[in-house]
């Protein structure tokens, strides 16, 4: 009775399918109920092999053959013989698969061109996700940025959508011949736009070029009225700056958690699985860029996260950069100071050169730990400290204008209790560094050192002179213990106290 109906839907689909070719919505849909259709007929235990048709045909074919050899006889598997159904005969037929794709991948082109080119690309979702309708999407966002905490831009979450939108278009497709195109000429040459976009913003920002708007338009320039808009200088300056470069961060770190959540996907895991199997579709995948040459039992997806988190390590290595040269052109007036102040009995007070640096460096960082996850903000808190303490400790500590004396080291001191203060207040609305004084106990150990006294006080158990006894004696660990370093190895002590004008060794 299946195999008497099943002609009449075939032909109904045949006439219907030249007519849907321009419509890739309904197209899509058609051929997904026609897949739907199919696997129920096989729920049902049809078997193409058993048709009263087929078997009669069969018997035929064994009578003639035992008539020509004298040998015949029934074969087991011709009973059980597999059902192709009504989507593979349909997609089959003439050029429709074909017409059907390039309707589809020219719909995702141009969607995906509408999303790069609005004026919203690269504006981060707002809190209010109710009103741009992205609530879910931004808390389960294949559970990793519920736990990352951090918005995407709308340009990353459509793009992300998008991508997802054309596996729904092919993912019940049966065989890999028709779901392989659409992975290779729709998805992967997507995702590689996408990155492309976000590489190019990141290029632009470091050449600075002047035809920065014209050459990548509506991209992390922003949208800024009048001639800053067109200012290069002003583009990657200041808390502007940083935020066109956290952005990017944001859209391919979007992208990339997407990507992972993919790879365990159950289409994407037979997709890598039946291409492995395959000679023919494994080379294509290389020769498409999808697997590498050498990495032929990997999912369809790796190469691609490897792209995005290179990607990712490259903004990353620019937020770090941005941040410090906007702290030490700020600094640079004030390292010119001497250190080698006499003693004064007033109340150390700080260089007035130093608030431009303090004020920039907590600015920046407030803004990075709003927008940025609380796992990568740790990881640029750190890097940016280090390569501040860093430069202190190189055009000040071992390289200043001066030696010290001991109420040049105090200064120093109270300067370096002065930056852990600022990180305090760049830090008050988020909770991702719980201790941010850990990060400058190097430099705040050096202070400390240069901060020692002549002469024993009720609060100072230690004088410089005993101090310089033990770094260059033999019992540096009574040293480090009785001021309670951490960080400091006997070589760089020895370095460090030799910057004090009484040090004579």
């Known amino acids: 009775m299946i195999a008497q109906l099943l002609p009449l839907a ?40 058993r048709t009263w048709k087929v078997v009669c045909a069969r018997q035929r074919q064994r009578r003639q053959q035992q008539e020509r050899t004298g040998k015949g006889g029934r074969q087991e598997h011709e009973e ?24 589809e991948k020219k719909f995702a082109e141009d969607q995906f061109n509408e999303i790069i080119s609005s004026e919203e690309a690269w504006m981060i979702v707002p809190l209010d996700s109710t009103a741009s309708g992205m609530e879910d999407d931004v808390d389960d966002h294949n559970g990793v940025a519920a736990e990352a905490k951090y918005r995407p831009t709308m340009g990353a979450r459509k793009v992300k959508a998008l991508i997802e939108q054309v596996a729904d278009r092919y993912m019940s497709l049966p065989t890999l011949k028709h779901r392989y195109p659409f992975l290779s000429t729709i998805q992967i040459p997507l995702l590689k ?74 289409l994407y895991l037979e997709l890598s699985a039946e291409i492995q199997a395959d000679a023919e579709y ?17 999912n369809v997806y790796d190469l691609r996260l490897e792209e995005f988190n290179l990607l990712l390590a490259r ?38 050169a130093l608030v431009s640096p303090l004020t920039t460096y907590s600015a920046q960082l407030a803004h990075l730990v709003r927008i940025l996850p609380p796992a990568t903000s740790r990881k640029l808190y750190r890097a940016i400290v280090s390569h501040i303490s860093n430069h202190i400790m190189q055009r000040a500590v071992y390289a200043g204008w001066s030696k010290f ?55 100072k158990s230690m004088t410089y002179s005993q101090a310089m006894a033990l770094v260059f004696g033999d019992d540096y660990d009574r040293f480090t213990k009785s001021l309670g370093l951490k960080e400091m190895p006997q070589e760089q002590a020895q370095a460090v106290m030799r910057r004090r004008v009484e040090c004579w060794r």
């Open 10 to 49: 075939l032909a109904l689909l045949r006439h219907r399918f030249p007519h849907l070719l321009d419509h890739p919505a309904l197209l899509a849909h058609t051929v997904y109920q026609t897949v739907v259709f199919d696997e129920a007929v096989r729920q049902l235990g049809f078997r193409y092999g």
């Open 80 to 103: 059980n013989e597999e059902w192709v159904g009504l989507t593979e005969q349909v997609l089959s037929t003439a050029d429709w698969y074909d017409r059907w794709l390039a309707g």
């Open 193 to 266: 736009s996408y990155h492309g976009r976000i590489a190019g913003s990141l290029d632009a920002f470091e050449t600075l070029s002047s035809a920065f708007i014209r050459a990548v338009p509506g991209a992390l320039a922003g949208h800024a009225g009048g001639g800053s808009a067109n200012d290069p200088a002003r583009m990657t300056r200041g808390v502007g700056g940083l935020q066109r470069l956290a952005k990017a961060w944001i859209s391919a770190a979007w992208v990339r958690d997407a990507i992972v959540g993919w790879q365990d996907e159950i």
């Open 282 to 298: 494994s080379q294509r995948a290389i020769d498409d860029g999808i697997v590498g040459l050498y990495s032929r039992d990997r």
């Open 315 to 352: 903004a990353e290595d620019l937020i770090i950069k941005h941040i410090t040269h906007e702290v030490e052109r700020d600094l640079k007036q004030h390292l010119t100071r001497r250190w080698d102040t006499p003693t004064s009995s007033e109340e150390t007070t700080l260089d007035p």
């Open 405 to 459: 004396t001991e109420n040049g080291g105090r200064e120093l001191l109270s300067e370096v209790e002065a930056w852990i203060e600022a990180s305090r207040h760049g830090l008050e609305e988020s909770a991702a560094i719980r201790f941010p004084e850990f990060a400058w106990t190097q430099l705040h150990e050096a202070a400390r050192v240069l901060a020692l006294p002549k002469d024993l006080t009720p609060e």
